[in-house]
């Protein structure tokens, strides 16, 4: 297969890119803006605020899959450019498939588990987005832009990832990694819930949908429903390090404009049984990310 993947650069892109290019099975290429995508790679420039530049790209790569990673994900410039997050997170999802269509090519659009306001965990695919995010929302406007296009498309519903980052976009374990190995330490949410995902899963996922040829939403998360106050302090003491470094937290003591969902946990048991999807315990991910770093 041709395989474009967008936000090559980005964390999710960065890993899946790599992966396929290791893998050596399919024809692979990638979309950047700023930042330099995996080495071998061979890349297109596309700004997904210009529909000339989509379809411009789709023309000369003629893929057979298109696999969205690309977003603006970032919550507080979302909220406070929200037309801006419309045009990234959602319009251009229209003018890929737009452009896809007269390919018949297959779109994976990769959304997130924040289409969800998190009162009423853990969700399923039937159940019906209800963001209160700008972030969000533009993320459900980008599934409704990608299962109405005229090509075969999936919404994967990713949730919240962790694993090696790409050299541009870091990643949320370097982050808490480099606290607690620090005199600071690191403030985490105790009742903020999340089915935390390794990267590497949510790759094998994309590419079980990908392979398939699968259409429809799939909820892509971790098997297990921890806060991340609990994530931390299991990462903690499988890396050696003291859990005391880990502070917790309560939502509400962050303040703030912006609403923070407390339960976006996600049921994934119809990718387990439509894809075999069957994703790693944190305690599992990180005895391999340890044995990476060791090597």
Request: proline share 7%; net charge negative.
């Amino acid at each position: 297969m041709r395989i474009l993947v967008t936000g090559a650069s980005g964390f999710l892109g960065w890993n899946l890119a790599r992966h396929l290019l290791g893998e050596g099975e399919d024809e692979v290429f990638g979309t950047c803006l700023e930042h330099p995508a995996p080495p071998g790679l061979r890349t297109w420039r596309m700004d997904l605020k210009s529909p000339e530049s989509i379809l411009s790209t789709v023309r000369d790569c003629r893929p057979d899959v298109v696999i969205h990673t690309a977003a603006l994900s970032r919550g507080d410039v979302c909220e406070a450019h929200p037309e801006r997050a419309r045009l990234v997170n959602a319009e251009a999802v229209r003018c890929i498939g737009d452009a896809l269509a007269p390919l018949g090519a297959h779109l994976i659009y990769c959304s997130t588990d924040l289409v969800f306001d998190g009162l009423n965990a853990p969700y399923s695919e039937e159940d019906p987005p209800s963001p209160r995010m700008v972030y969000g929302r533009s993320k459900a406007e980008g599934e409704t832009e990608a299962l109405a296009a005229n090509c075969p498309s999936a919404v994967a519903r990713l949730a919240l990832m962790f694993g090696e980052g790409s050299p541009a976009s870091g990643s949320f374990l370097r982050w808490m990694d480099a606290g607690l190995r620090g005199a600071a330490g690191v403030t985490m949410f105790e009742d903020e819930f999340r089915s935390a995902l390794y990267v590497r899963d949510a790759v094998d996922g994309l590419l079980r949908i990908a392979r398939r040829g699968a259409t429809g939403i799939y909820h892509l998360g971790g098997p297990e429903r921890m806060s991340r106050y609990e994530f931390a302090v299991r990462y903690a003491r499988s890396f050696g390090l003291d859990p005391c470094h880990v502070r917790p937290a309560r939502q509400a003591d962050a303040g703030g404009p912006s609403f923070r969902p407390p339960d976006v946990s996600l049921d994934i048991s119809k990718a387990r049984r439509e894809l075999g999807f069957n994703p790693r315990a944190a305690q599992e991910a990180f005895q391999e990310l340890k044995k990476a770093q060791t090597g």
